[in-house]
């Protein structure tokens, strides 16, 4: 076995990639992401043991966040930038040890692979079957791709300027926790309702850095159809990314335009002051495949989900910054004042032609929490009427497996006094059928990115304190989740933790969990797989 990764709903047979990931992640890429792992596991305890106040060590605390972010599902396919992290990890945990010494250190905080061949050779041993109980693996693998989720809020959270000592200061517990032997599997269950609750806590600081800079998302229409100009195209998640990017293209000719997760931006009051700002190109990040082809011009990718890109041709135009990476794509990094230089980009764009149109029309969005709470007496109203029966949260993410059709099925089958609460990719799969509206409400609400999750958290909150109701569980709203990558495997974990049951989540459960770990899930939280469509609206309307 050359490597072993089940991070991702794609791992092949369900089981794990062994030999090269679905995604296109290498071996070599693969085995140093666990390396990376396990070289945080020594930082955080060498920060545990000494007792070092994480406010005091911001350099590393970054170098933490943006490390576990570069591990998510398809952000970073660049063994060099992997190896250059370890290293940086290695560094940090040496300085502070050096300010810190310790005794007794164990292999992770005391191991040293300066060259390439030292990294693999380590890598090859620290990967997560070198852990012999597999539910303990289970449980271990479990909290840390949450870990990853986290990471990758707090980075974008960080980005914009917002930090919590406090998630900060979990992320260094859970890394330490899992790398430490004497812990129990009643120990490890605890700790993956307790990254749940962190989860919670994350979201809300990226929800508040997000709406603090840009403003309240509120009900847009987006046009998906092309004018002809030069443009670049967008991708990813980060908005202080997309920001710089509309700054340095205003006035130059240049237009910028959404691809899958950025589609959300266009909801923010303060990005509609840039008339360069023309719409989104495209769905999903898989379809990626033809529709960078037909874009014509550059593409920045600020965070996952990047497809390796076949033709060289399309490769050429690929531009990374932050945590993702692909080999021979220009990566842009930040000045130390965090500015990025995007004038390669607007300078190769003005060379292509102008994009190709693919689509024309709009859809609509913007409806997180804030606007949906300023609509509350319509919606609520709607409900008690009965004009609305149910909400059904279709959260999470998209992929290019067949069997995801049963999103758009499922959708389309629902009842017309249903209104589905979405937000991440997964939207794509039904944002642009014609599902109508219930008295002005329309029956797709989509909240934004995965990243604003939380916002449906808030809404169903709202709901259950207007309709005086003591549990979540008692609420006209059913759970219908598609997962991807390690961002919905926080989301999940956050809404366990508060208590929402009877969760079902496609197209197939998690890998990564064991059977028992699985059974405990399904036990304590009725979460539950996906069945056919008719099968699935009957138990949920029946619920
Ligand atoms: Fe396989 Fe997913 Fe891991 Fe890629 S991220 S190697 S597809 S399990
Ligand atoms: Fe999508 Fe990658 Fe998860 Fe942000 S872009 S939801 S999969």
């Keep these: 076995m050359s490597m072993y990764c089940n991070q991702c709903q794609e791992a092949a047979r369900g089981v794990a990639c062994n030999v090269s990931g679905v995604c296109g992640k290498n071996a070599t890429v693969s085995n140093l992401q666990d390396l990376l792992i396990y070289a945080l596991q020594g930082v955080a305890e060498v920060v545990r043991r000494a007792d070092i106040d994480v406010n005091s060590i911001p350099e590393v605390n970054t170098v933490v966040l943006s490390s576990l972010f570069t591990t998510i599902t398809n952000a970073n396919f660049d063994d060099e930038s992997i190896a250059k992290s370890i290293d940086a990890v290695i560094a940090h945990r040496d300085a502070l040890l050096a300010q810190h010494p310790l005794s007794d250190l164990s292999d992770a905080v005391s191991f040293h692979a300066a060259s390439r061949a030292e990294k693999e050779e380590k890598a090859a041993v620290v990967g997560y079957l070198s852990i012999e109980d597999e539910d303990i693996r289970s449980l271990r693998i479990t909290v840390i791709l949450g870990l990853k989720g986290i990471a990758a809020y707090g980075a974008h959270a960080l980005h ?61 229409e987006v046009n998906i159809g092309v004018r002809n100009r030069p443009a670049i195209l967008v991708s990813g998640h980060d908005l202080a990314d997309l920001e710089q990017l509309l700054e340095q293209t205003a006035a130059t000719g240049v237009d910028v335009y959404t691809h899958s997760e950025m589609l959300p931006a266009h909801y923010y009051p303060a990005f509609k002051k840039y008339d360069n700002f023309i719409g989104n190109y495209g769905n999903a990040w898989w379809k990626q495949v033809t529709e960078f082809d037909s874009f014509n011009g550059p593409i920045l990718f600020t965070t996952n989900c990047i497809v390796p890109p076949k033709k060289e041709s399309v490769r050429n135009r690929i531009f990374t910054t932050g945590a993702t990476g692909y080999p021979g794509c220009t990566h842009i990094v930040a000045d130390e004042n965090g500015h990025k230089d995007f004038q390669a980009i607007i300078d190769l764009a003005k060379t292509l032609p102008s994009p190709q149109e693919i689509e024309t029309g709009s859809i609509i969005g913007g409806f997180a929490h804030n606007q949906v709470i300023a609509l509350a007496d319509k919606v609520v109203d709607a409900v008690k009427t009965g004009a609305i029966k149910k909400f059904f949260v279709m959260a999470g993410c998209d992929g290019r497996m067949k069997s995801r059709e049963y999103y758009t099925d499922f959708a389309q089958a629902l009842p017309s006094d249903t209104v589905i609460l979405t937000a991440g990719c997964a939207k794509y799969r039904y944002n642009k059928l014609d599902l109508g509206d219930i008295g002005g409400i329309p029956r797709v609400l989509d909240a934004g990115q995965c990243n604003d999750s939380y916002s449906l958290v808030v809404i169903a909150l709202k709901l259950k304190e207007v309709f005086g109701l003591e ?73």
């Excluded at 979201?203 to 850095?209: E, K, R, S, V």
């Excluded at 009877?502 to 899930?521: D, R």
């Design 160 to 220: 914009l300027g917002s930090f919590s000592d406090e998630v900060m200061s979990f992320v260094y517990e859970a890394l330490e926790s899992t790398n430490n032997d004497n812990l129990t599997v009643d120990d490890l269950v605890a700790l993956v309702l307790k990254t749940g609750e962190y989860g919670v806590k994350v979201m809300a600081l990226l929800d508040q850095a997000n709406t603090g800079k840009y403003g309240h998302p509120e009900i847009t």
């Design 471 to 543: 549990d979540i569980n008692d609420l006209p709203i059913a759970f219908n989740i598609a997962w991807y990558e390690q961002k919905a495997v926080i989301v999940l974990l956050a809404l366990l933790y508060l208590g929402v049951k009877n969760i079902h989540l496609g197209p197939t459960l998690p890998a990564f969990l064991s059977p028992n770990v699985a059974n405990v899930i399904i036990e304590k939280f009725g979460l539950a797989g996906i069945n056919s469509v008719e099968e699935d609206i009957k138990v949920f309307l029946e619920a």
